[in-house]
């Protein structure tokens, strides 16, 4: 079974080269983030065609996720019980189902903006909810899986020089510590192998050259619970989808599993 990751940054802008790419991978699952289109708009029947069901919590703004399965779609749940919004109103940042043999989240972490800017503190207390949200199936038997850009990066080696994000968001001990904290519901760090290069960066800013510098980050991750990263059998980059016109700045990260 194949599961992948993708922040396409704007499903319509990308959507020529979804298509072409889940023709040509082989995907089973994919979660989908920053859609940036409202549900009505999701190219719903576009992607039916090539076999998927679609799981969509999208409301049009930057915002907007989905999982797309081609082995059944069970149990859909929008959004985290226990979100704490921004600014009076809930985001479209999570969705989750079961696919198949395995129950997977598609989540697009707050980015924070600024560390002293109040959307940080969202970020970490939204961390939280998802914690909260998450436990019971991260210890349970059933593979599962919490797939996504969770804007930060885990350790310094996730960024190309950690001198440039001094005092910058991705990279602070709280974030890093909410992390930790998802960590120990069960859930542990499915680290993929990069195309090229020594370091799996998922990410590279379309301005000052970042993605043929290679001034990337890793922030597009995969947790899996025991029985999921039990079962990986390869997990990897696919950095060639970042490369040539039109791409999105972050790169499918995709995990194959023996299930």
């Known amino acids: 079974m194949r599961i992948a990751t993708w922040n396409v940054n704007s499903i319509t802008a990308r959507l020529p080269r979804l298509l072409a790419w889940l023709e040509s991978s082989g995907t089973d699952v994919l979660c989908l983030q920053e859609a940036k289109v409202a549900e009505a708009q999701f190219p719903v029947e576009a992607l039916r065609e090539l076999g998927y069901e679609s799981a969509v919590h999208a409301t049009g703004r930057w915002n907007g996720v989905a999982v797309l399965s081609r082995v059944g779609l069970e149990d859909v749940v929008k959004g985290l019980p226990g979100d704490p919004g921004y600014e009076g109103a809930q985001e479209p940042r999570a969705v989750s189902a079961t696919c198949g043999p395995v129950r997977v989240w598609s989540v697009y972490v707050p ?28 210890a349970g038997g059933r593979p599962f899986a919490v797939l996504g850009d969770y804007n930060i990066a885990p350790a310094d080696d996730d960024v190309y020089d950690r001198a440039a994000f001094e005092g910058a968001t ?3 001990p709280a974030e890093r510590a909410a992390l930790a904290a998802l960590r120990e519901t069960g859930l542990s760090d499915v680290v993929p192998r990069p195309l090229k290069y ?10 000052q050259l970042c993605f043929p510098k290679n001034r990337g980050m890793r922030i597009d991750l995969v947790y899996g619970n025991g029985p999921f990263s039990g079962a990986v059998k390869d997990a990897y980059v696919d950095r060639e989808e970042r490369k ?8 499918p990260v995709v995990v194959d599993l023996d299930v």
């Open 170 to 172: 991705h990279v602070t």
């Open 111 to 138: 980015n924070g903006r600024e560390v002293d800017h109040p959307h940080y503190a969202y970020k970490l207390q939204w961390l939280d909810a998802l914690k909260t949200t998450v436990a019971g199936d991260a």
């Open 198 to 207: 020594d370091h799996p960066y998922t990410y590279w800013d379309y301005r």
């Open 244 to 251: 040539g016109k039109g791409a999105s700045d972050h790169a």
